[in-house]
């Protein structure tokens, strides 16, 4: 069984640009969360998608956005990066209780 | 505002001895709790949950006890092994583990040979 996976492992950009982070999902898992991990903080919940629906979201501002496809794969995107953006983004998948964690994007904004 | 919080960064014990990591909350709406063990380069790997209605709940070497009156839960590694070290994560969630999760900051937890 294939875990969670996400692409790229790391990224830098530049204040402004735009950013697409990548997750796919375990097998048969059909809910998407999506953190973001700051130095030296907890992660923060950015927001959940359930069937291709977004199902919940935290006080992110709307140039954070996401896609769930009908394979349950996920996308982050962020536009206008900001400085502030840069952290770990972590995503995970969960069908059930428990929720199961990727290893991690990390997005270092200039 | 930090509804759940993990006020000591760190942790440093003697392997075979008891690790003890603690976690307060805000939220009284919080009704699930979870811990995460982080090791670098990796995402949270889940540990051990409690729901609310249990004060203590047991898994091989970890036991999580919540007191609820006081807002707070702790996690207790017996033994502790020099394996157990990496970043531990409290994080609760309101009606079922798989919504949306609220995370301390994380105690590092050092375990000497």
């Known amino acids: 069984e294939t875990g969670v996976t996400q692409s790229p492992t790391h990224l830098i950009k530049t204040r402004g640009q735009q950013v697409t982070l990548r997750c796919s999902s375990q097998?048969?898992?059909?809910?998407v969360s999506w953190y973001q991990q700051a130095l030296g903080q907890g992660p923060q919940f950015i927001f959940q998608y359930y069937r291709e629906e977004e199902n919940g979201r935290g006080n992110f501002p709307p140039r954070f956005s996401g896609l769930q496809f009908p394979n349950y794969s996920s996308e982050l995107n962020v536009n206008a990066l900001e400085l502030d953006d840069s952290a770990l983004y972590l995503c995970?998948?969960?069908?059930?209780?428990?929720?199961?964690f990727g290893p991690g994007t990390r997005l270092t904004v200039l | 505002d930090q509804q759940v919080k993990q006020n000591s960064p760190s942790l440093s014990v003697q392997e075979g001895r008891i690790s003890i990591l603690n976690c307060d909350y805000t939220n009284s709406m919080f009704d699930y709790f979870l811990w995460y063990k982080k090791y670098p380069a990796e995402g949270p790997t889940f540990l051990i949950s409690?729901?609310?209605?249990?004060d203590k709940n047991e898994d091989g070497r970890f036991t999580v006890f919540l007191n609820k009156s006081a807002k707070h839960l702790s996690l207790h590694i017996v033994p502790s092994q020099p394996g157990d070290s990496a970043v531990y994560f409290c994080a609760a969630s309101v009606q079922r583990a798989n919504s949306k999760l609220t995370f301390g900051k994380g105690i590092t937890l050092s375990v000497r040979p």
């Open positions: 995970a998948s969960s069908q059930g209780d428990e929720q199961f």
């Open positions: 097998s048969g898992h059909n809910t």
């Open positions: 409690i729901s609310s209605i249990k």
